[in-house]
């Protein structure tokens, strides 16, 4: 089952496109980047969100830098290259995914270093391609190894939007979902609207419905309630990082869910790729919660119906303790009752497979 539309692209004039994500539902619109500081702008706005794809967006982001760059001589080459690589690093401080892109764009800059910038460029495009295309690949992977703990006429409870806008396509958590619909699986999913942006709402609702998966919204406070009356079999989210004993940061609201899910027996999965895993941290309490803006509380999309002057707290992300999660679903493989001893191993055993 593939998307009907492309979340990121590098197009054949050299630059890149993407899907813009604040206009869905009402309009399908693509926006044209040439800049780094144009990328790391969609990434801050929200027009490209998700882990997985704002990896995929800084690393294209840096490949435009060294194209715009390229017949620059070698000293006038590196300084704005170094700063595109802190730009699009200060766009959003929580999704680990836009670090290790950025990371493993820097690792073939040094490579390539004392070689002329055509060189440089070219490699580095060669790589944000290589970062996306692994990205696909293992969320194909995840989708599989992921529907096999989906039952048959699974009704399916996810929080804010995990699928392909979220990711360089099929999706983590929604992958999952596909997954189990290509492998004959009845399922139905209740999207919560997720507040304050309405992701679920605007993004997971649009994303299942182009797919024909059935899909019911509703308020992020009703979740508790459908969970008591028995209308939830299973939980499934992404995550933007995961620390070493198995913490989740994800979109605020998760941590509720992971809470009602136990109190009423329910699995709570998170899907998400390797590069979301974060071990130089020892818990969730070491990972860094981005505050947003006032107006994504006080109102949204041009409507305000907060009283003027009142203080708001908006943190985009809670972060949900191991104990709470059932299961971690990634390329690597399926760790149950995540900790820091599993992760390793998973990502040691990870570092000795090949690529996908």
């Not at 004039?13 to 980047?33: I, K, N, S, T």
């Not at 360089?168 to 139905?188: D, F, N, Q």
Request: net charge negative.
């Amino acid at each position: 089952m593939t998307p009907s539309f492309q979340t990121i692209a590098w197009t054949a004039d050299g630059r890149v496109r993407m899907l813009d994500q604040r206009r869905l539902p009402r309009a399908v619109e693509y926006l044209v980047f040439d800049t780094a500081a144009d990328v790391a702008g969609a990434i801050r706005t929200l027009a490209i969100r998700g882990a997985p794809a704002i990896g995929c967006a800084a690393a294209y982001g840096i490949a435009l830098e060294a194209r715009r760059l390229v017949h620059e001589p070698a000293d006038r080459f590196s300084p704005p290259l170094a700063q595109a690589f802190n730009t699009l690093a200060a766009s959003r401080p929580t999704a680990v995914n836009l670090f290790w892109a950025l990371h493993r764009m820097r690792a073939v800059w040094s490579v390539h270093a004392s070689e002329d910038t055509a060189t440089i460029a070219r490699q580095l495009l060669l790589e944000a391609h290589a970062i996306l295309e692994a990205d696909v690949a293992a969320n194909r992977r995840m989708g599989d190894l992921g529907a096999a703990l989906v039952p048959d006429g699974a009704r399916i409870l996810t929080h804010c939007n995990a699928g392909a806008l979220a990711t360089a396509g099929h999706g983590t958590a929604l992958g999952v979902i596909r997954s189990a619909v290509a492998a004959g699986k009845r399922v139905s999913v209740f999207a919560d609207e997720t507040r304050p942006v309405l992701q679920g709402a605007r993004l997971t609702a649009w994303e299942l419905q182009q797919d024909g998966i059935p899909v019911t919204l509703l308020p992020d406070v009703a979740a508790g309630h459908l969970m008591a009356r028995g209308g939830i079999d299973l939980v499934i989210v992404g995550a933007d990082r995961v620390a070493a004993n198995g913490d989740v940061a994800n979109k605020i609201g998760t941590f509720p869910v992971a809470v009602l899910a136990a109190r009423h027996g329910i699995p709570f999965y998170v899907a998400c790729p390797l590069s979301t895993l974060d071990l130089s941290l020892a818990t969730g309490a070491s990972i860094p919660i981005e505050e947003r803006g006032r107006e994504e509380v006080a109102g949204y999309g041009g409507e305000v119906w907060a009283p003027e002057g009142v203080a708001t707290f908006n943190p985009a992300f809670d972060v949900t303790p191991a104990d709470l999660v059932t299961a971690l679903i990634t390329e690597a493989g399926v760790v149950h009752g995540p900790d820091r001893a599993l992760l390793q191993a998973l990502v040691g055993a990870a570092a000795d497979l090949p690529p996908p």
